[in-house]
Nanobody
């Protein structure tokens, strides 16, 4: 059974930064691609970023490109999302997810419980 636990969310002013972490257990972490998604109130969940098994390949949603950075530390079974220049529209619950194979915007069978990020104007 896979467990994904996010942390690092909180309240930040516009222009500020946060770093989210997602700790994985129950699987060989380095065999899986990881992704971050978010869901704002009243909206569908959307893709944010993804990273390959070895960290050598990343992909981002256009809305966060240049502001967010996804990374991973396979020795710690952890994936990170560094979020800079935050905007009020980044307010959402952020989820990490795990999938076999290459990074993608789709098909993630395992999900964390989410962490709230609130950006005030």
């Amino acid at each position: 059974q896979v467990q994904l636990v996010e942390s690092g969310g909180g309240l930040v002013q516009a222009g500020g930064s946060l770093r989210l972490s997602c700790a994985a257990s129950g699987r060989t972490f380095s065999r899986y691609s990881m992704g971050w998604f978010r869901q704002a109130p009243g909206k569908e969940r959307e893709f944010v970023a993804a990273i390959s098994r070895d960290g050598g390949s990343t992909m981002y949603a256009d809305s966060v490109k240049g502001r967010f950075t996804i990374s991973r530390d396979n020795s710690k079974n952890t994936v990170y999302l560094q979020m800079n220049s935050l905007k009020p529209e980044d307010t959402a619950v952020y989820y990490c997810a795990l999938r076999p194979g290459e990074p993608s915007q789709n098909y993630y069978p395992y999900w964390g419980q989410g962490t709230q990020v609130t950006v005030s104007s």
